[in-house]
T-cell receptor, first 118, second 113 residues
Framework: DTGVSQDPRHKITKRGQNVTFRCDPI?????LYWYRQTLGQGPEFLTY????????KSRLLSDRFSAERPKGSFSTLEIQRTEQGDSAMYLC????????????????FGPGTRLTVL | KQEVTQIPAALSVPEGENLVLNCSFT??????LQWFRQDPGKGLTSLLL?????REQTSGRLNASLDKSSGRSTLYIAASQPGDSATYLC????????????FGAGTQVVVTP
């Protein structure tokens, strides 16, 4: 399967602990996005990378959140000192302006990482 | 500030009926609009993407239309099947916020056999 993959799929942690999620985009995609989705809502944008450069960050991304894409391939999202309000599904997506959908820059999503903070 | 609304929040139809899902947005300066399907506890599957210059896109039983001037998009699913049961989300990318998809809350669809 050459789609977007995320690891882990589920994470349960205690309040105050740090967690890190990984996203592997579709291999030829140079753009990578992170979103957060809470129950009953649509995903909310967190941040996006073009290659290794982080080009935009939402104000939702507090100082406790950091995202990296060190070599322009996989990305990590770290949450420090987790709070119960961080419980959500964290979704990663990737795209390319030259993708096989005729250059539409369609965003393709991974299966998500469900975080539960106790 | 772009706001995306999907009404109704939930919809139940008998198998075989056509589905009509609505999406409205407040800022017509969009780059594209994308429709997704989400099964419970899963990620999003891209269904259709309409560029701002296009009026509609079709894929199999799915057809999506876009009217930028009125800030509306409609997703039609012909001859619904129980396997179409899922939440359908629309998302827009505005021209001044490139890369960032802004989502509606979705319409939860149940197709009964």
């Amino acid at each position: 399967d050459t789609g977007v993959s995320q690891d882990p799929r589920h994470k349960i942690t205690k309040r105050g602990q740090n967690v890190t999620f990984r996203c592997d985009p579709i291999s030829e995609h140079n753009r990578l996005y992170w979103y957060r989705q809470t129950l009953g809502q649509g995903p909310e944008f967190l941040t996006y990378f073009q290659n290794e450069a982080q080009l935009e960050k939402s104000r939702l991304l507090s100082d406790r959140f950091s995202a990296e894409r060190p070599k322009g391939s996989f990305s990590t999202l770290e949450i420090q000192r987790t709070e119960q309000g961080d419980s959500a599904m964290y979704l990663c997506a990737s795209s390319s302006p030259l993708d096989y959908d005729g250059g539409t820059d369609t965003q393709y999503f991974g299966p998500g990482t469900r975080l539960t903070v106790l | 500030k772009q706001e995306v609304t999907q009404i109704p929040a939930a919809l139940s139809v008998p198998e075989g009926e056509n589905l009509v899902l609505n999406c409205s947005f407040t800022d017509s300066a969009i780059y594209n609009l994308q429709w997704f399907r989400q099964d419970p506890g899963k990620g999003l599957t891209s269904l259709l993407l309409i560029q701002s210059s296009q009026r509609e896109q079709t894929s199999g039983r799915l057809n999506a239309s876009l009217d930028k001037s009125s800030g509306r998009s409609t997703l039609y699913i012909a001859a619904s099947q129980p396997g179409d049961s899922a939440t359908y989300l629309c998302a827009v990318m505005t021209t001044d916020s490139w890369g960032k998809l802004q989502f509606g809350a979705g319409t939860q669809v149940v197709v009964t056999p």
